[in-house]
């Protein structure tokens, strides 16, 4: 039985094949959902390293009468033939195989790190690239920083969880900040944030109830937060980053602590900054994470003092952190209006 | 900035308007979040009986950026002048006074208990009813089992939770259980289910981390389900409830064990019974919660040992519990597919 | 830096060396931490079988400046020299091994299944016996049922946590259960109940506002309830047990329907049943699991209709369920008083 | 039936009469679990505002069979007749009334902020104070910082929850501090902390699987840690706050960013500052709240990067944040051994 969620539109035909390699992890997961849903968009191929022909309502459960979609054992070959646009839901290092022989044949969006740094910032953090030359040609998937040269090209890298929730609380005030300020980035997550494969720390009787720094000093995300902030303001900041894993599924928030900060307009900043943006809601008290959980919307809350900003974001960290921020960057490159089909109301209470 | 997310349907207008009664409420957001999606419903009318000329999304910030409309006091004058369909997500004892004004001007979705039960059975476990007429109006909301008599009432009394997880479980064997049967139905729900008002239950350091049967054989829930039983399959079945409040926001689930029970062929008989209801899906492992959680589906498990049967099913107490059903039964009494803009996919992780 | 928590007694001296084996487990943890802070033990011994020579506190963050005490590698010749009570926290077939060479040398408080069942239904449900011979030597350490054999005993093999909730629920009935009774247990555990090792099930973002049923008609706790109630009571009840996993760290509940229970006085016979027990507490209302976690209480509660009983325990599952009562029929074989150095404050909120 | 779990010290009687004024929030209530287990304190007196002749077992279910003491309406002759040393578990506002009265006449250890802060500050933040002489008789009870004057004080101010996690953190490296750092405090907390009222923000539905900061930039606690390093270390130093909200019951942590801090050093500092102190814990990674649940430990944890310290602290912020901390300052004033009685052992898992 064929249960495509797909709304025709008027013209009576599917406009955009699209795909999703790496089919059974959560961004892949919400990455599904989201495209079959989706006008514009015809969910066409999933694809997976370890499974070949099941069905993808037999591997996951909550999609029994959804969909009669089968995941394949992930060839490039299918993917130039059965889709327009490819979403490569795939870890670091796996990605830029793929990308290797698909750039050119087919648009691609890209949600691992493999092509949002330059090569010496990416291999100084991660590992040794093998397709360093299409760097260059890829886009960096922030639509308030990036939006015209995501428009024209055809390999997105989406950016890190952490990364989108601190750019967007940091961008509107990067040409204020001071160089002698210090930025404090004190960033939380939900388990998700870790991912699907089991291990100690998201063993449930030692997630439960508690919560602790990580990989403090010493995230991947922060290089990637300074790199694009460099290159887009052409400010080289001082930011400090330590991220908290966090005792819920999903949710992310990022408290950034600007030293030496004195301008009093912050807010009519921030307002000014953001006015035409629909995806960033600035709020008047501090956000939280059930606000946007289920949404591609980052919410915004700022306090100043007499010589500090403090800057308070929330974003759903498999959705604006990922998927739902992977989809809109596809309607970006497809012309289509940014936010169709894009998930908006949070899942409350 | 008006923001409706409703479809034009390819006429390129509206076809149903709708309003809710009482949308400050847990279902009565939920059914705000359902209709400002739904393709064929515009949704034109919030009131609640404390708030006059808030907008939705100043009161619930989640909503801000979705929509502008805005919560005046409820008036049953507004109610029939703006609406073809009003949805009532008011408590019990409220409803029927809207209903005693608006039936036959309106059709109207009740989810209270008002008009779920006869009058006897609703005087003893609520409260004196002061619309009793319209309670043989009434088509109780859950179409597995009243599909043709909702198709043809203007007043449909949505089911409590609790009934539609025990009933969409014990329907397909109440034929062949026999009259010595005892059937014990252990059920659990999360706290959403208690609704919105503060209480010492519901305080967070007392319901985190713990659970406990509550209404231990006193839930009011009982009698409805015994009624609706007797009704349509003229059985007095012996059943006893024990439900537990389960320390999560959302997801309810009803253990059933029935004595004396030996066919074997059970799992065929649940199959056959529900094998055109989209919205039930029989599964081979024990349900949970959690592949239900955001849509309307209930998820049935079966199990059998020498003499008796375990039925186990799981559905979302806020969505199938109430509000989902809730637009289902006004999809059918519309005439437009039963699962139009219902939502499906299951908020996982 | 020695600090043992230990108090002297007012001899001066320590009177019996304790040592627990499988130290690293929950329950083998739980062990340890009744152990370091009881009057009368000494605890001289910790063994795993996987580490050798680490401090506890140097495996366990959170006894840093509690004990100096060497986890080493399990060895019986040591357990024979240092201890006079041995605490077998080991999977079940482990302690089978350690048993066959310790018996009669140490006394030995078993906490797997291993010398819990006849030979045959062990057999049938775990795996084959190594030492069948001791399993007549062994006492079953429920101590409201078999305090008398425990007291004269030197292996005593600990329940598990369900026939614990089960037991004390059902035991001051079963002289009044009809023969045609039915009896349904669905109870319900908290994660650390499946244990420290690793699993998808156990993966936080899966069991995170999530609950499920399992093993379904298949758990291995059912043949030790049915058991011990044909051995103690001599009578043959028709039980069915199904367990769901619930999402919280600790805390367990058996709610028990007994069909065809007629007696108006079971309040009485619960009362006078327990009345000099003090580890079982008797409850005007449903028992919750946070009044008895970090305590070895059992809470009971009852509630009769016409012709049923509902029987409702809380127990830790981790301590009344394991440790804590291993710990009781330590003091009982070593002739101390009962509750000597065992939880009993619980752990609120 | 007296259950005082009290041990006799080997003399024979009890030497310290203690008792607990506001007994049934959740930080009398840990009062209470720790005083009943303690050796010299004999717990004589419960009372309140609001009960008069229960049970403190009747009104907390999980104190059945623990104990017998009754709660009175509080009357300051009966503290004066029965009592060594009161704690005061009352807000602020009523301590002072209690404290204007019982000065002198018994020993108190306060909980709440009256006698925290010099008389400008305290009216600032709080309320006008009644008792303002006797603020300059008050010791503020941080151990680690003011020992000497609590041993020689009768009336202690024990600290706010916040403070003891921040101080604890920063005391080592106050010294060190340059005029121009920043000091930036993101702290969190569980729900506990906004005590035992019903409010909106501690409802189940809306905390549960969120998180969010509050009282940004304004927190009370905030001036309690400016006013104790500029007292103790005749430093002014630059802090800012701000709380976070968390989806659990218990458990506290600062993290606290210093800016340019150049020290090479700082865990030598740290190592050397505690090295006496026997309830701080230095921690090789970064701490998290259940390695200290259910103790009076704080574990600091810190790293450092070219220019900037990395502080991060864990308690519970029910023993250490306020009642175990007040049973050491009993301890102190007492003459008693500091750790006597307090709790070590966290509930882990």
Redesign the interface.
């Known amino acids: 039985m064929i249960q495509y969620?797909n709304?025709l539109n008027?013209k009576g035909s599917f406009v955009v094949r699209v795909g999703v390699v790496g089919c059974t992890g959560?961004t892949g997961?919400e990455l599904v959902?989201i495209l079959?849903?989706h006008k514009e968009f015809s969910l066409e191929y999933l694809s997976s390293s370890s499974i070949d022909g099941d069905s993808f309502s037999d591997v996951?459960?909550?999609?029994?009468?959804?969909t009669d979609l089968k995941i394949t054992k992930t060839n490039t070959r299918d993917v130039i033939d059965k889709c327009d646009i490819i979403f490569l839901a795939t870890p670091h290092k796996e990605s830029m195989k793929y990308v290797k022989e698909l750039y050119s044949k087919v648009k691609i969006i890209d949600l691992s790190a493999d092509y949002r740094l330059d090569l010496d910032t990416y291999e100084n953090n991660y590992t040794k690239h093998i397709d360093s030359e299409n760097i260059a040609n890829a886009s960096y998937g922030l639509p308030e920083l990036y939006r015209e040269k995501i428009k024209n090209s055809s390999l997105v890298a989406n950016p890190g969880c952490y990364p989108t929730a601190s750019l967007l609380g940091l961008m509107p005030f990067i040409d204020y900040i001071k160089d002698d300020s210090?930025i404090?980035i004190?960033a939380?997550s939900g388990?998700?944030g870790a991912g699907?494969k089991?291990?100690?720390v998201?063993?449930?009787?030692?997630?439960?109830?508690?919560?602790?720094?990580?990989a403090?000093?010493s995230h991947r995300h922060l290089p990637e937060i300074i790199e694009h902030i460099s290159k887009s303001f052409q400010k080289s900041l001082?930011i400090?980053f330590?991220p908290?894993l966090?005792?819920?599924?999903?949710?992310m928030?990022a408290?950034i602590?600007i030293?030496?900060f004195k301008l009093t307009n912050a807010r009519e900043i921030l307002d000014n900054f953001y006015k035409d943006e629909?995806f960033v809601?600035i709020?008047n008290e501090?956000?939280?994470?059930?606000?946007?959980?289920?949404?591609n919307?980052c919410?915004i809350?700022i306090?100043q003092?007499k010589?500090?900003l403090?800057i308070?974001t929330s974003i759903d960290n498999?959705l604006r952190g990922a998927s739902s921020q992977a989809v809109v960057n596809a309607n970006i490159i497809s012309g289509f209006k940014e936010d169709l089909s894009i998930p908006?109301?949070?899942?409350?209470?």
């Open positions: 969620l709304v008027c959560y997961i959902k079959l849903n996951f459960g909550f999609m029994q009468s959804i210090y404090f004190d939380k388990v998700s699907k089991i291990s100690n998201a063993h449930f009787p030692n997630m439960n109830e508690n919560f602790m720094p990580y403090v000093h001082n400090k330590v908290t966090m005792p819920i599924t999903r949710g928030q408290n602590y030293s030496n629909y809601r709020k501090a956000t939280n994470v059930k606000d946007v959980g289920g949404t919307f919410d809350f306090s003092d010589d500090s403090f308070n498999l908006k109301i949070a899942y409350m209470p």
